[in-house]
């Protein structure tokens, strides 16, 4: 029997729902947030019942930020943008995860943060899937 | 002569009119948040010139994950939440800093962000000098 990396690991149906899938890295799922208004990842560690980023044992920690680091440089790499947040908030959806968003100057919540702003605008098909192939190119 | 760590470092004007001193860690500056609606702790890395959390180093960015737990624990120990917030903006401050706020449910932004919320309510001097004193003691 092979142990796997995520057992026990399962997705918080909302992001399921608000999300497609990109990556599965080292340790988190690479998701696509499918609001076309910014281009924005979320991470979430594949590891079952955590919360708070102290919930991850120190290596986890630390495997968690240079994915926190690559995946600000593939959104940079494929969309641009002005400045990047990074931000672990969970107020709503308590299983742990990073978002991680690309931002431009007059975006629609700029300079305010993206969570809680406005409402949700989903991508094209297409665009979406255009999107979707550049990433999985640069992940 | 002896060699600064923090060579060159020098605090964003902005973060430190908004913010009182806490402590200096290995990496990072420690300031209070001075608004009494949230319990906010801010992490400056004391380098000069980093904007993003890519422009760490990787041992500086595992150092910086570190500290960012660190607060957590100390913000849950002293003040005690229902939920921890952690996030890198920076639209309008660029110096990298890293927020790390003490949410309870009900509170003035549950379930929101804090960032952009509302306007800043400045501690009463006593109230803030205790908190202070609190958070030096377990830091």
Redesign the interface.
Known sequence: MIERADTGFGLDPRLAMDTVFVADWQLCRVLLMDDARFPWLILVPRRPGL????DLD?DG??L???E??RA??MLRGVVGCD??????????V?QLHVHVVA?REGDAA????V??SGTTRRYPESERDALLARLCSAA
Chains 1, 2 share one sequence.
Do not use: Y
């Open positions: 919360v708070e980023l102290d120190e920690a630390t968690l930020m240079h926190i680091r600000m440089q400045k990047l947040n990074v931000g672990a908030l969970g107020n709503i308590r931002r700029w300079p305010g943060p969570w809680g």
